[in-house]
């Protein structure tokens, strides 16, 4: 079924994996015993999955209701493991971001580690230096960040995969690269690289990887933050 053939009645955004859960009636002109329709879209996509049907707005406003505040999320979903926005945010960061990146040392990197997770209030992941290359990543099973690069903004990065792998239990519960983790990878650019906040929103915003801003949201993102 096709978002675009639904009067949609609500629709709930949730952050942490670009996806809305969504009320709609059947706009087609045939009669049918279930017009009233509850599933999920992705944010980019038009096709709606999970689809359950029901035969009163009530009835389909209650299904909704009891998916929004168990946090109800698709069992096996496509939409739920594509990262859809990786691309989108790495071009953000190329064209916004690594003109600001430092350089730092081993030891500096380690001393970041420790004080960001100190203010988040968590475990602390460990560092492994590979070979200088330009390729990173976060390893939620061994909460291990393994180093290519040797730079503040991408060591901050991976502190962001982290922080959302920990306090989210586990990578499974969130896309890598969802509008919920630009949002803290915004707060640690602001608060440990120095750039500024305005310039941040305003220029992820424009690359389209926030989320709507204007939506009721499943979980709202970090958008407050103490400024440095």
């Known amino acids: 079924m096709k978002k675009s053939s639904l009067s949609i009645i609500r629709e709930v955004y949730d952050p942490h994996n670009d996806f809305y859960i969504l009320l709609g009636k059947s706009r087609s002109g045939k009669k049918t015993i279930a017009p009233f329709v509850v599933g999920f879209c992705h944010r980019s996509q038009d096709e709606v999955t999970d689809i359950q049907r029901f035969m009163d707005y009530p009835s389909a406003t209650d299904r909704l209701d009891e998916i929004v505040v168990g946090q109800e999320l ?22 916004f971001i690594e003109d600001f990146s430092s350089r730092m040392t081993r030891q500096a990197m380690n001393d970041l580690v420790r004080e960001v997770c100190a203010d988040l ?16 990543y976060y390893d939620s099973d061994d909460h291990c960040i393994y180093m290519g690069h040797r730079d503040r903004c991408t060591l901050l990065h991976e502190l962001a995969h982290a922080y959302m792998s920990e306090k989210l239990d586990g990578p499974e519960d969130h896309t890598n690269h969802c509008p919920a983790f630009v949002w803290k990878v915004i707060e640690l650019y602001n608060r440990y690289a120095g750039l500024s906040l305005d310039y941040l929103v305003t220029s992820a915003n424009g690359a389209g990887i926030l989320g709507p801003l204007d939506k009721e949201t499943l979980v709202a993102p970090l958008r407050q933050f103490n400024r440095r």
């Open 74 to 95: 698709p069992d096996d979903n496509v939409m739920l493991f594509e990262d859809w926005l990786q691309n989108d945010v790495y071009e953000w960061e190329e064209k």
């Open 121 to 136: 209030g968590m475990r602390a992941p460990r560092l492994v230096w590979t070979r200088p290359k330009p390729y990173s």
